[in-house]
């Protein structure tokens, strides 16, 4: 079995800062993408930012020179950190991962996500 643990949401001001984190656990042989995905109610999950195996980095226009998405491998942790947020910014923010694992003696990648850490921006 495999799971991903997010923390680190909350309520923060306008301007203000936030990292959130994303630990995956289980029987994992390896980990190629991460990333960090946001929804709000009655909409569809969106991305925010992906991170491959060797540190390439993606993010959406909105969040470009606000948010920083890094990880350790040793760890099997993504990381996010938010800075001058707005509050668009507010929603429920899933981290999500291509997992290989070993089943049945083959290797067979999966994608996973974690259980959703609130973001609210507000004053």
Known sequence: QVQLVESGGGLVQPGGSLRLSCAASGSIFSIRAMGWYRQVPGKQRDLV?????????????????????????????????????KPEDTAVYYCNAEITRWRNAYLYTDDYWGQGTQVTVSS
Not at 68 to 73: A, E, G, H, V
């Open 49 to 85: 930012a992906t991170i491959t195996s060797g540190g390439s980095t993606n993010y959406v226009d909105s969040v470009k020179g606000r948010f920083t998405i890094s990880r350790d491998n040793a760890k099997n942790t993504v990381y996010v950190q938010m800075n001058s947020l």
